[in-house]
């Protein structure tokens, strides 16, 4: 798979590395990748065109976040600080010397402190 050379409307073409001969595989659909825009270093991976545009919002970058570990906490028995839901998960690991907040609660806490920055 290739890159166009010219993606962007008025833009002089932008050099393109032959990379065929690394063996270079898309980390996102496994397809073999002959061409890049950039020479790879091997410590980071590469995406074809097509996996870095469905994954990028304005085609700059990968903007999608890599999902959030998280933590069962099902056993703890905790509850909401807001509501008293009983919580099960939690994107990180309560130490007990801080309430927690189901999501529906901490996302209206944030919204009304949000509210009174400035």
Partial sequence: MTFDSNMGGGRPPR?????SAMGLKCAGCGADITELPFQPTGDRPVYCRDCKRQNSG????????????????????L???????????????????????CRECNRNRRQSYSGNRY
């Avoid at 807001?82 to 690991?93: K, N, S």
């Fill in 79 to 101: 509850k909401c600080a807001g509501c008293g839901v009983d919580i099960t998960e939690l994107p990180f690991e309560p130490t007990g010397d801080r309430p927690v907040y």
């Fill in 58 to 77: 304005s085609g700059s970058g990968f903007s999608a976040r890599p999902q959030r570990q998280m933590y069962d906490v099902s056993a703890m028995g």
């Fill in 15 to 19: 050099q393109m590395y032959d990379v």
